[in-house]
Structure formats: C-alpha cells, structure tokens
Nanobody
Framework: QLQFVESGGGLVQPGGSLRLSCAEA?????????MGWFRQAPGKEREGVSC???????NYADSVKGRFTISRDNSKTTVYLQMDSLKPEDTALYYC?????????????????WGQGTQVTVSS
C-alpha cells in the first residue's frame, strides 16, 4: 500500500515559483508506477496537471506547458513538480497520484493511490 507525503505548497505572488514534492512513505519504490499531479480548484473538477511514466515519458496539460516541470529522483521514491511563472488560475489543491500509465492530457489513468493534497495559492 503506497502512502504519499506531499509538501511544498503555499502562498506565492503571480509570476513566482513553487516546488511540490511527493515522497513515498512506506518504503515502496514508485519504479513501476506512472506518477502524476492533479489539482482541484474550488467549484471545479479535478484535472490532471502532469505525469511521468516508468520509462520516463512525460506529459503536461496544455494550461501548464512551458511553466511546470515534473521529475522523479533516481531512487524513484519521490516525484517533484516545479512550478514557475505561476498565475492566479493555478490556485488549487494539488494531489500526487500513482497509477498504470500517463495519458497525453497530463493525467495518470485511473490512479490507484492518492496523496492528501497540498494547497497552492497564487495571489498578490
């Protein structure tokens, strides 16, 4: 049973940066999973932001392309989301997730495991 610990959220001004981390806390490797980040803003549906396949293939939602970068460490126990040039519309609760594969939309398909979420607020 994978367990995720997310960190790195917070309040940032427009144009600023944050780096989110998602660490597996039970000692299991994430090597065989596609990993990704979702977000959900108040009153909106949850959406995929970015994901990475075990092979290293990466996809992004169109809304974050060129601004966000997903990566995973060599031990494949932690996944990161570097968020630059943040906009107020990026404000949301961000979740990491693990599943079978990374879709072209930037969403992990049918995730089996979810983190608890970390809040990102972009405001002046």
């Amino acid at each position: 049973q994978l367990q995720f610990v997310e960190s790195g959220g917070g309040l940032v001004q427009p144009g600023g940066s944050l780096r989110l981390s998602c660490a597996e806390a039970s000692g299991y490797t994430l090597r065989v999973y596609a990993m990704g980040w979702f977000r959900q803003a108040p009153g909106k549906e949850r959406e995929g932001v970015s994901c990475i396949n075990p092979s290293g293939g990466i996809n992004y939602a169109d809304s974050v392309k060129g601004r966000f970068t997903i990566s995973r460490d060599n031990s494949k126990t932690t996944v990161y989301l570097q968020m630059d040039s943040l906009k107020p519309e990026d404000t949301a609760l961000y979740y990491c997730a693990a599943g079978g594969y990374c879709q072209g939309s930037g969403a992990v398909y049918d995730p089996d495991y979810w983190g608890q979420g970390t809040q990102v607020t972009v405001s002046s």
